[in-house]
Each structure stands twice: as structure tokens, then as C-alpha cells.
């Protein structure tokens, strides 16, 4: 294909400020102009594709901060394979795979695996390296080395880093790395056995909770940290009104703390577990309403930087099990644009906020060149039919493991096609 142009769709690129009607010219792979229809005079050469994509809505390649790949050690999951075709499938042409794999992703050798696998897949990968050795929170990782293989930065998540002496030496560690660190902020003490937000619901069902404070001291005490070394800090999955208050507040000050809200703790409380359904499972819990409504005002003013999935395939070997003893975490790279763009529907963000969390805003945090539709740009490019209704159908999902709460669930918006650098990586079957 020598070129492409996708023509008559309403085309969304917060970070060219374009919101209308413009035809989109791609050539080599890139971005060659963006045209309003109205001035569009130009004659189309000859061997160039013409979509037509009248109707749909063109947004730069969604990018998801917070992706777990569970390749290599956890084929059985997911793989990387399977976790891009996913992402394709949901719009995301480039995420971040987080670190706790098997073996765990601490050297560079595990990172140079993961990006040779990446090799030809449905998305760009981005590896984040484990700022302690197997996540054991004691030993640090070399961070010039994982930055040096293709990490684009560290993170224990999954497991908190306890000691709070070692959270500040992977600080200022990451800082001569030039990396930010992401916090998985939980207090194992105070989090130890419970499977639940801690509250009204978990009394009723007898089921051990998690207090708001098992997150809300590690964020104070991490962003303390981060003031105190002038390191980056990126707050994975916030799930407390607390936790945005602190982070609000440490911004204010020129803390360099950015975070980010997953499409469940946006949308879901703690009243799904009422059904013991394990995936209503996960870590952070879902939390309450009052919670839930922190987070939309935190998205809303820009204390929470991003939106990320946190992809968290379980197998039912995991989850068809108690709810007590069930594995945390549920799959979001598929569903994730379809839950928030309920949002939109409801008037609680705006499509230019959500469109601008899940793909310039995320690329900035970490220092990526994607996420937009600029002259020049990779053609990363998602085709959204914002009126198509669909269900979320476990044999229709590209994710190995089918662990949603949306499962049966009818969404409105869903992505009907995805290019990764100029080519096709994903087309919903029967769509135009």
C-alpha cells in the first residue's frame, strides 16, 4: 500500500486541538496532513487506499499505562500475542506491560525478550522494569540497565514496595535513570487477608475488608518521597477520595506526582461483590460511590492524569473459585473505551476529556511519541462507531482469559477498526 486516506469522519485529536469533519492522509506509515472536508480540494493519487469512514469517529491509537501481558511465565493467561490482539480490538496501539512476570522483569534480558515477542504484534509494547529484584522490595533493580534494554519506567506493581528506605533509593535511583517510578500503593499490613473494600457491604457479606487508609498512607508517604528527591512519581489505579486530595494537593505544590483511574473504579462501587462474583474482585478493591465520584472530579480538574485499564487476565482456574480465595483483577483493554464513553453518554466528562486521558495525556506522563494524529506521527490511528450497541460475549473477546464484570453487559461505542503504523491490525467483523 503506497498510501491511505480516511475520509469524512469526525476526527478527535486533543493534541492538535481538532474536533470536525477532516479527511486524514497517511503515506509511509505516517501522518502526512490532516484537511478539513471543506478546504479538502485535493485529487487522491492513484494506488492510494480510500476508507470512507462517514459516520465514525477517528481518534489517534488509544494508549494504556497499565497492562499486564503475563508473558513469559503465565502463557496460560495471556500472552503477548494475545494481549495485543486484545488491545487492537479495544483501540490501543501502544501499552505498557508491567513487570511482574515469571521470571520477573528486572533485568535486561527479561525486557529484550518481551520486546522481540512484541515484534510484528497488534500494538507497541512498552516494557516497565521492576524497581526491585523479583519484587521482593529489597534489592534494587539496575535502572540504567532497564531503561538501556527499552524500559520506559519501574514498577513493583502487583506487590507495594514496604520499606519506605527502599522506596526512596528507587527514587533517586530512577531520577539518574531519568525514569518515573509507578506506586502500587497499598499497605500490606493494613490490607493483609482482606478481599474487599472494608465498609457497609463487606459487614453484610462477612467478608474481611481493605481501608481506604491501606492506600491512602502509601500515596502520602510515596509522595512524600518523591518531594523529597524530585523524582517522578506515577500513581497507579487510584481508588480513594483521599488519595486524589493528596495528590491534588502535592501537585499544587510542584510534586512531579501524575496518576491514574481505571475504568472500573470510575464506574463500578463496592456493591458488586454483594453477588460474590469474583470478578468484582481486584486490588484495589472497588470502592464507594463517595469514592467513585473523587475520582470523576480528580479527572475532571486534572489531578488524575490518565485513564488506564490495569489488564489483568485471570484464568478460571483463578476465578472459579470462592470469592475469598479467588486471584484479584479483571480484563479492561477491550472494554475500556465502550465503559467510559458511558460517561460521555451520562454528561460526566465530555468526549474530548476522555479521548485526551486515553491518548495524549497518557503518551506525556511517560514520555512517549504517540497519541496523536500530528503531521508526522506514526499513523496509529482507532475508527469508533460511537452508536453501535454490542454485548460482551466471552468467544468474541481476543483476551485469552474472559475475566469481566461486563460479561453479558450491553455497551455502547465500539471500535470497528485499528491501524498500527499506516496497516490494519484489527477490523470488527461485518463492519463497513
Known amino acids: 500500500m503506497s498510501g491511505l486516506v480516511i475520509k469524512n469522519g469526525r476526527v478527535l485529536d486533543p493534541s492538535s486541538g481538532i474536533d470536525g469533519l477532516y479527511n486524514v492522509y497517511v503515506m509511509s506509515g505516517r501522518i502526512a496532513s490532516v484537511k478539513s472536508i471543506s478546504e479538502d480540494t485535493g485529487e487522491i493519487m492513484p494506488g492510494v487506499d480510500v476508507l470512507d469512514a462517514k459516520g465514525l469517529l477517528v481518534i489517534p491509537g488509544m494508549v494504556d499505562a497499565h497492562t499486564h501481558l ?15 490482539s486484545a488491545a487492537a480490538a ?15 522483569n528486572d533485568n ?3 525486557t529484550r525478550y518481551i520486546l522481540k515477542k512484541a515484534e510484528g504484534c497488534g500494538a507497541n509494547v512498552f516494557p516497565v522494569g521492576a ?3 523479583g519484587l521482593k522490595g529489597e534489592k534494587l533493580t539496575e535502572a540504567a540497565e532497564l531503561k538501556a534494554a527499552g524500559c520506559v519506567a519501574l514498577s513493583d506493581d502487583g506487590m507495594p514496595v514496604a520499606s519506605a528506605a527502599v522506596m526512596r533509593r528507587g527514587l533517586e535511583y530512577s531520577l539518574i535513570a531519568g525514569l518515573p517510578v509507578i506506586t502500587h ?5 493494613l490490607s493483609s487477608c482482606a478481599v474487599m473494600n472494608e465498609g457497609r457491604v463487606s ?7 481493605i481501608p481506604n487508609a491501606a492506600e491512602d498512607v502509601i500515596v502520602g508517604r510515596d509522595v512524600a518521597l518523591a518531594e523529597l528527591t524530585g523524582a517522578r512519581l506515577h500513581v497507579a489505579h487510584v481508588s480513594t477520595a483521599w488519595a486524589v486530595d493528596i495528590i491534588r494537593n502535592a501537585k499544587k505544590r510542584g510534586v512531579k506526582v501524575t496518576a491514574e483511574a481505571s475504568p472500573h473504579h470510575l464506574t463500578l462501587t463496592d456493591g458488586m461483590v454483594a453477588g460474590y462474583d469474583t470478578n468484582a474482585k481486584m486490588n484495589p478493591p472497588l470502592r464507594s460511590k463517595q469514592d467513585a465520584d473523587a475520582l470523576m472530579l480528580g ?3 486534572g489531578t488524575i492524569d490518565c485513564i488506564a485499564t490495569d489488564h489483568a487476565p485471570q484464568s478460571p482456574v483463578e476465578k472459579d473459585v470462592e470469592f475469598d480465595k479467588a486471584s484479584n483483577g479483571i480484563i479492561g483493554l477491550e472494554t475500556a473505551f465502550a465503559v467510559i464513553y458511558g460517561l460521555v453518554e451520562s454528561g460526566a466528562l465530555t468526549l474530548d476529556e476522555m479521548v ?7 503518551s506525556k506522563v511517560f514520555s512517549l511519541d504517540k497519541g496523536s494524529l500530528k503531521v508526522g506521527a506514526s499513523a496509529d490511528i482507532a475508527l469508533i462507531d460511537l452508536s453501535m450497541k454490542w454485548v460482551v460475549e466471552p468467544d468474541k473477546l481476543k483476551s485469552k482469559s474472559k475475566n469481566t464484570p461486563w460479561l453479558g453487559k450491553t455497551l455502547k461505542g465500539r471500535v470497528v477498526k485499528t491501524f498500527l503504523g499506516g496497516h490494519v491490525v484489527y477490523e470488527l467483523e461485518g463492519a463497513k
Open 70 to 84: 503475563r508473558e513469559p511465565g503465565f502463557e496460560y493467561k495471556e500472552t503477548i500475542e494475545t494481549g495485543t
Open 108 to 110: 535486561e534480558s527479561v
Open 90 to 104: 479495544g483501540g490501543f496501539t501502544s501499552i505498557l506491560c508491567m513487570a511482574n512476570t515469571n521470571p520477573v
Open 185 to 189: 500503593a497499598e499497605d500490606p499490613a
Open 299 to 301: 479527572l475532571k480538574d
Open 203 to 209: 459487614t453484610l457479606l462477612g467478608l474481611k475488608g
Open 356 to 362: 485526551s486521558a486515553m491518548t495524549i495525556k497518557p
Open 131 to 133: 524497581v526491585t529484584m
